[in-house]
């Protein structure tokens, strides 16, 4: 039956950024308010959304979609092929006005928050069908990106959505919550409290309120929502992939080649050692302050060669003192790092893990490895430029188009294709709590919760 839900989740809520996150918040607001051509559920396969037909030509070049019949916006008026025409033209203009861009990772920024696949050109054939082509052919999962969901220029503050749940309260920015509610059938209501995760202590403090659902990194939430009668953990993918990103060994340490470690084939063979294990289970089980596992390797990094992987292109040598950099405001990222130069200032005493970390930065030499926290677009710029010896990055587990994130890694450390080494460590994903009571609740495939068709059963118990 219909329900009303309260929803927590980490970040701010402004209209402005519709329909593209920034937040976990957004993310899960925005994703029920705005619909895309097509959706993938939690397993990646591929589902209608505002498209009930679809195929693709030329090598996956030329893409045909028709819109279902009942494709709504809110004020009950047809979604149409001009629509989603101008919905994507409106994010070209922005993104080039802006120069920024909302990731997809649900749990925060990633180094490869890919920009949606923009057609190169658009054929409108009629109002409920258009043709679009690419030079790069993208899969038919790339039109589940929710960032090019289909939007009408409203009248209030809210751009108008083709979602199933519309916003009945204003901006949650000042308020710190946002009501929504059906857009034009049955769904439950939702009240998404933003802003949450900020101090220690208050994710639980919700889960004391009993708030519906809740959206977490936080290990020590999660160990403690373990405890409580009455929830669940509503299954989400794995979702980022830490990993140590190692430039040449040339542009290491001053200049000075290292033969062990100068040839990719060879440095690939030492990352796959029982040592490489040993250390990836270490810090999974003891570095980050979140749910993780040892790394596993990332499939889309795998496939065939994409039809314009870039070329082969070399850092500079930086002449620095050795150090491993971080983004200042990820907490694992600090944790890692910290971590790793710590088992490598002293092998003998750590075991495999402390070899292993030790031949993964050089630290037989002797060389005395300091941590170095940058902020978001430093730390951009000096991976781009391979100006420190090391760097922990974060890279989405799942990606859309494979070609374009591969595209994306390559623009990102342009010296990875010669001979630089990026060795995953740990994989992290956030934490779905859901009151029992609750069911109908399902995730995309990037773990945020679909919430239309939510209720609540009235007896108070079961699972979702």
Sequence with gaps: MPAELRVAAPGPIAAADAPSPRSAAERIAFRQMYGTLLRADCAGRIRPGLADAWRSADGGHRWTFHLRGT?????????????????????????????????????????????????????????????????DAPSAAAFADPRLAVLRAGAGIWPLGSGPLRPVSPSGADSGSLVLGPALGPGPTVILLSGVGGQEGD???????????????????????????????????????????????????????DPARADTAAYGARAESEALDALRVSLARDAVREEAVPAAPLVWRTLPACASDPPVRG??????????????????????????????????????????ASGLLGAQRG?????LPLVGQVLDVSVRAAEES?????????????????????????????????????????????????TGLTVDFDGTPRLDRAGRRADGGGRP
């Excluded at 200042?328 to 200032?345: E, Q």
């Excluded at 990055?393 to 799942?398: D, G, I, Q």
């Excluded at 990102?412 to 992290?428: K, R, Y």
Aim: glycine fraction near 8%; aromatic fraction near 6%.
């Design 71 to 135: 494709a709504r916006f809110w004020d009950g008026t047809q979604v149409t092929a001009g629509d989603v025409v101008w919905s994507w033209r409106r994010l070209s203009e922005s993104r080039t006005a802006s120069g920024a861009e909302g990731g997809l990772a649900l749990d925060g920024p990633t180094l490869l928050d890919v920009p949606p696949a923009l057609p190169d050109s658009v054929v409108t054939v009629d109002a409920a069908t258009l043709e679009v082509y690419y030079g």
């Design 203 to 257: 994710e639980r403090d919700l889960l004391d309120a009993g708030v519906d659902v809740v959206l977490t990194s936080d290990l020590h939430t999660r160990r403690y929502a373990e405890t409580l009668p009455g929830y669940a953990v509503l299954p989400a993918p794995w979702s980022r992939t830490y990993a140590l990103a190692v430039p040449r060994a040339s542009e290491r340490d001053g200049g000075r080649p």
């Design 315 to 356: 850092g500079r040598r930086s002449g620095r003192p050795p150090r491993l950099a971080f983004s200042m405001a990820d907490g694992p990222a600090r944790d890692l790092a910290d971590r790793l130069v710590a088992l490598a200032s002293s092998p003998q005493e750590t075991g495999p893990e402390g070899r292993a």
């Design 367 to 371: 060389l005395d490895w300091r941590t």
């Design 390 to 438: 090391a760097y922990i990055v974060t890279l989405p587990r799942r990606v859309l188009d494979p070609c374009a994130a591969r595209r994306a890694l390559a623009a990102a450390l342009p010296w990875l294709a010669g001979e630089g080494a990026l060795v995953p460590l740990v994989d992290t994903r956030p934490a779905v709590f859901v009151r029992d009571q609750v």
